[in-house]
């Protein structure tokens, strides 16, 4: 009887560790000024790292915070189960690919930039980019935006797997242009004590090209796990 009352402890304490890796969340995300970035003590802060805790501290799940290069990320986020991504955007190539919660931030605009001694460079609307080279993280939204606008990859659209190699690319004038937030880019010449001066707008993405920021659940995860954190995220919204 002994052994019998030990062998269903046992079972039963395995029954419970299973549950309970079934609920932890691995968060997933880039390092994206302002949403998801690391400060100068390498912590995760941003207006959507702030969001994105205190959604998921209320459904009392345990989790854990990771930074990728976005391309990993994005693998990550739709190839295996109980993943979060953030900050995503919620376009239609990726509607199928997650469970939702949007939105979680409200997104700046991006601006279209060249270094201001490329006096060769000359843009007055979005279809003159086509004539530039530029270069984007491969599968964001801007990837997408930059294909649809008529850019090819690998002749003048340069593919990469995160901003800061699309930004060093620009800087190093490997590229014409870069396809920047105005605070993401003031914060990178803040950080690397470049002038303003040196980098010049051209135009504004449109307004009508933007999809909200949200964080997803791989679509792999538990019903009961996404219920979850929809109830937690719906809880939020209310209180905004």
Not at 160 to 185: E, P, Q, W
Not at 215 to 238: C, D
Request: glycine share 2%; proline share 3%.
């Amino acid at each position: 009887m002994g052994n019998f009352c030990f062998f269903v402890f046992i079972i039963s304490s395995c029954m419970v560790n299973v549950a309970y890796a079934k609920d932890k969340i691995q968060v997933v995300t880039e390092s994206w000024y302002p949403y998801n970035y690391l400060d100068k003590n390498g912590d995760l802060v941003g207006k959507s790292t702030e969001k994105v805790k205190e959604i998921l501290s209320a459904t009392g799940v345990e989790y854990s915070i990771k930074v990728y290069p976005w391309t990993r990320a994005f693998k990550l986020a739709t190839t295996r189960a109980n993943v979060l991504i953030y900050s995503i955007l919620r376009t239609p190539n990726r509607e199928k690919l997650f469970y939702w919660f949007c939105p979680i931030s409200s997104l700046e605009p991006h601006k279209i930039y060249k270094l201001t001694n490329r006096m060769d460079i000359v843009v007055n609307s979005q279809q003159d980019i086509k004539k530039y080279t530029i270069s984007v993280t491969r599968d964001t939204f801007l990837h997408q935006y930059m294909l649809n606008l008529g850019f090819v990859d690998g002749v003048n659209l340069q593919i990469n797997s995160s901003d800061a190699i699309a930004t060093k690319m620009f800087f190093a004038g490997r590229v014409d242009l870069l396809a920047d937030l105005a605070s993401s880019m003031e914060h990178t010449l803040t950080t690397q004590e470049l002038d303003n001066s040196i980098v010049t707008a051209l135009s504004i993405i449109p307004a009508q090209h933007y999809a909200p920021i949200c964080m997803a659940l791989s679509k792999q995860t538990p019903i009961a796990l996404v219920n979850k954190v929809r109830q937690a995220h719906e809880k939020f919204i209310a209180k905004q």
